[in-house]
């Protein structure tokens, strides 16, 4: 069998790129319908939910986004609008909380789950459910799924060994391969979770930014407190999902390349950051020589929290040698630049 593990050759720095546009509207009536259908049976929450994402200024998001970008040095990102934010229902177990697909360039939102956020509390977990939950989980969901949107994202065709000619998506780190004519139903995704890693870490740290620069008031008319939202984070993380497990392991292979390299944990992580922008794929080859082969192979294919806890504890990351970290210094940018 021919590896599907390949890559989509990158056309320009950052931005979204190469996506049709009959593939965009085909795909934008789909999420379309779906949300018509959810405001149909559910009209109140619907209200409600749009009502919170009016609060949001969109225009900070941009500008915050923008600026991350830059420092990636990706001049224009791909932005969503507010319009392009739909409310659907608990999907199959494939559906996400929220998602942003790249096909549509339209965010969902799970509606249901948002509604359970709202309370009053039926429910014993988490520890709470009101509003402030709820205005919470969906600035939180938003700063994910733009962070997707924003990253460097291109669609295009790959020849595999085999001599077929499938679609691809690159997002991010990751890449979607479409194995069949109908990219909804038949892909593979390489470096998924660690894709949703990093993506979890620029989300948190933006929706804090956000707070700080932008006061976000609520439907009762109370404005959401920095430490509220610090609240709703710290009960996320003791649920501890996938992606709960995937930050937790982008900070682990970080501090541990940072102490490699002899530079601040903070550094490899922006160089990550920075590659997710510009679309830079991840060094497979690098990730082999440095924690060995099956490693990359299995990080590409990890699918949950799982398969990630066994990776981190079944290899040790030993000494690297020296032309190999000189490898990850010019694949980071720190050589030849003056490390601050
Ligand atoms: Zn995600």
């Known amino acids: ?57 969109f225009r900070e998001f941009q500008l915050m986004y923008g600026e991350l ?4 040095g990706v001049k224009n990102i791909n932005v969503v609008q507010p ?15 929220a998602d942003y697909d790249p096909m549509s360039n339209a965010m969902t939102m799970d509606g249901d789950l948002i509604a359970k956020a709202r309370g009053p509390a039926p429910f014993e977990e988490p520890k709470f459910r009101n509003e402030i939950f709820a205005v919470s989980l969906i600035l939180h969901q938003i700063a994910h799924e733009y962070t997707h949107a924003t990253g460097y994202i291109g669609y295009g065709k790959i020849d595999l060994d085999d001599g077929r000619n499938i679609d691809a998506v690159r997002m991010g780190l990751s890449q979607a391969l479409f194995r069949t004519e109908d990219p909804g139903n038949d892909y593979y995704v390489m470096f998924d979770l660690f894709n949703e ?31 509220q939202f610090e609240e709703f984070l710290a009960l996320q993380n003791d649920e501890k999902d996938d992606y709960g497990a995937a930050v937790e392991f982008f900070g682990k292979i970080s501090a541990y390349l940072a102490k490699e ?13 920075r590659a997710y922008y510009r679309g830079e794929e991840l060094p497979v080859v690098l990730l082999d020589e440095t924690v060995g082969k099956e490693f990359s192979k299995m990080l590409m294919r990890a699918k949950d929290s799982e398969d990630f806890n066994d990776l981190v504890e079944s290899y040790i990351l030993p000494r690297a040698s020296n032309s190999l970290i000189d490898q990850w210094k010019r694949f980071f940018g720190f050589l030849g630049r003056r490390i601050k």
């Open 197 to 227: 890693g990093v993506t979890e870490h620029i989300a948190m740290m933006m929706s804090r930014e956000y707070l700080r620069r932008s006061p976000l008031s609520m439907p009762n008319g109370d404005t959401l407190e920095s430490a």
């Open 261 to 273: 390299c002899e530079v601040p944990q903070d550094l490899v992580e922006k160089a990550f950051i």
């Open 83 to 97: 319009r392009d934010i739909y409310i659907r229902d608990t999907e199959g177990d494939d559906g996400g909380d």
């Open 1 to 57: 069998m021919s590896s599907p593990e390949r890559s989509l050759e990158q056309k320009s720095a950052g931005g979204r790129n190469g996506f049709p546009k009959e593939v965009e509207a085909e795909a934008l009536a789909i999420v379309q319908h779906t949300a018509n259908e959810y405001e149909q049976k559910n009209p109140e929450n619907t209200a409600w939910v749009r009502g919170v994402i009016r609060r949001i200024d």
């Open 69 to 72: 970008a830059q420092k990636a």
